[in-house]
């Protein structure tokens, strides 16, 4: 009978690996190991005594040694703890148990406030996180639970209008739950991604100012002429890197120096100044090409012409083209040439040869005089004869 009930026990602890008997005559202890068991990250690893303890029946005193506990887990709390009990018995003989807790991870996404799009027009500003206003800067990350390991990291696109004073900065944020996320075998996990846009847009322009007014001669076949233009002064803004530009088809190069060869009359050119912000500024200066060649006068000598009767006297007036003789200029066409003559106006005062200064003007201005002379006759007699001339006085004699 009782070796009937020894080989049921036997059978029964067999089958759990947990519990055994010694029923030999020196020991007759029965002990239940606690089974091994799947645990989470997130369960009460605080006290392990919750997940079982050996269960000892013995008519005799014994002595239990332990746990002697083994933790081998990661930073994200996941792998295993080995719990080790050595039970001595009444006569000495050691029996022993063991429990492994295996931890395995669970995962919870965090709650993630992500930061703000950022604009400035602070010149020069900073758009580094740890610069940045509350809000704007880094990721406000909450974990949920025990079993996470997060990590942000962040990559930045920078289009730059100027470097350093104006750009656009396409910030991604990546935040990471390490005990999850593995780029090999779990790519699609632990991983959460968010694009902040951030600019530095200053809009302080630059100033400009333009040369005073040019005033330039036309070639001798007056064409045009080539005219030097000073370059406009320019007081940069928050950018540095200024960029001008002139209006003028003329110029050799459509950059700050405006010179070149410009045609007869007047030319507005319109300089702009750009910033790398995109900020603009902008001055004219009137570029003025004239003939400055003085015509060349020719002429007639030895015109003849007698006073008239006219209805308010007996004189003569003479038009200056009288006294033309193919005068030219090079720029102005014969036709368009104006002629002033002096004197114009004759009278009886006047009878006989008189000088007369005969002058050109082109339409630009120029002058050119030559000298020649005419006769005024009286060939209708209404001039009063010259009355001859009577000497009077007394003479005295110093002895």
């Not at 030559?370 to 009077?392: A, F, H, R, S, V």
Request: glycine fraction near 6%.
């Amino acid at each position: 009978m009782v070796r009937f009930f020894t080989l049921l026990l036997l059978v029964v602890f067999a089958s759990t690996n947990t519990v055994f008997a010694d029923t030999s005559p020196n020991s007759s202890i029965y002990i239940t190991c606690p089974s091994n068991k799947w645990l989470t990250c997130e369960d009460e690893l605080w006290d392990l005594s919750i997940y079982g303890e050996p269960q000892v029946t013995s008519s005799y005193d014994y002595t239990i040694e332990g746990p002697i506990e083994e933790w081998h887990l990661n930073s994200c709390n996941v792998g295993h703890i080995t719990r080790d009990w050595i039970i001595t018995d009444f006569w000495g003989k050691k029996h022993y148990c063991h429990q492994k807790l295996k931890i395995k991870s669970t995962s919870k996404d965090p709650i993630i406030d992500w930061p703000e799009d950022y604009i400035t027009e602070e010149c020069a500003a900073s758009t580094d996180p740890d610069e940045l206003p509350d809000g704007f800067d880094y990721p406000d990350v909450t974990e949920q639970g025990d079993c996470s390991s997060i990590a942000v990291g962040w990559d930045d696109k920078v289009i730059r209008l100027d470097t350093p004073y104006c750009k656009k900065v396409i910030r991604t944020w990546t935040v990471y739950d390490w005990c999850v996320y593995d780029p090999r075998t779990n790519p699609y996990e632990g991983i959460w991604e968010y694009i902040q846009i951030l600019k530095v847009l200053s809009k302080e322009a630059p100033q400009i100012t333009c040369p005073p007014d040019v005033t330039a001669s036309a070639d001798d076949d007056c064409n045009g002429g080539y005219v030097n233009i000073q370059m406009p002064e320019v007081i940069a803004g928050c950018s540095q890197s200024i960029r001008i530009t002139n209006s003028s088809p003329y110029a050799d190069a459509g950059g700050a120096d405006a010179s070149g060869n410009y045609p007869v009359g007047e030319t507005w050119v319109k300089f702009t100044a750009k910033d790398g912000c995109g900020n603009t500024a902008t001055c004219k200066v009137k570029v003025i090409v004239r003939d400055g060649k003085k015509p060349t006068p020719f002429c007639k000598h030895g015109l003849v012409s007698t006073l008239s009767w006219m209805s308010d006297g007996y004189y003569i007036d003479l038009p200056p083209e009288i006294y033309n003789h193919k005068s030219y200029d090079n720029c102005t066409p014969p036709e368009k040439l104006k002629f002033e003559a002096t004197p114009s106006h004759f009278t009886c005062d006047e009878l006989g040869k008189n000088k007369v200064w005969f002058t050109v003007i082109d339409e630009s201005g120029n002058r050119s005089t030559c000298e020649t002379y005419i006769i005024i006759q009286d060939n209708m007699g209404m001039c009063p004869d010259p009355k001859p001339l009577t000497i009077d006085g007394s003479i005295m004699f110093d002895n």
